[in-house]
C-alpha cells in the first residue's frame, strides 16, 4: 500500500462562479482506480484516468454532468 497526497476539485456548475471546490488528504491506497469508485457509487459515474509523465495519477470524474477531478502523487 503506497502513501498519496490525494486532491479532490469539485468543479462549479455556475458560468458566473469560476470557483471551484478542493479538498486535500493524505491517504494510503492500494488501488487508486478502486478507491475512485468507491466514493461515486452513483450508476451514472464515468472514470478518465490520466498518467502524467512525473508519476502524478488523475482521475477525471463526470457524475450526471458535474464534473470533478483526483491528482494522486505519491509521497
Given at each position: ?24 488528504e493524505e491517504a ?45 502523487t505519491e509521497l
Open positions: 500500500m503506497k502513501e498519496y497526497e490525494v486532491v479532490h476539485e469539485i468543479f462549479n456548475q455556475c458560468s458566473g462562479n469560476q470557483m471551484r471546490d478542493v479538498f486535500i494510503q491506497i492500494a488501488d487508486l482506480e478502486e478507491y475512485v469508485k468507491s466514493r461515486h457509487k452513483e450508476g451514472s459515474a464515468s472514470f478518465e484516468r490520466e498518467d502524467l509523465a512525473d508519476g502524478t495519477v488523475m482521475f477525471h470524474v463526470n457524475v450526471a454532468g458535474l464534473l470533478q477531478r483526483y491528482t494522486f
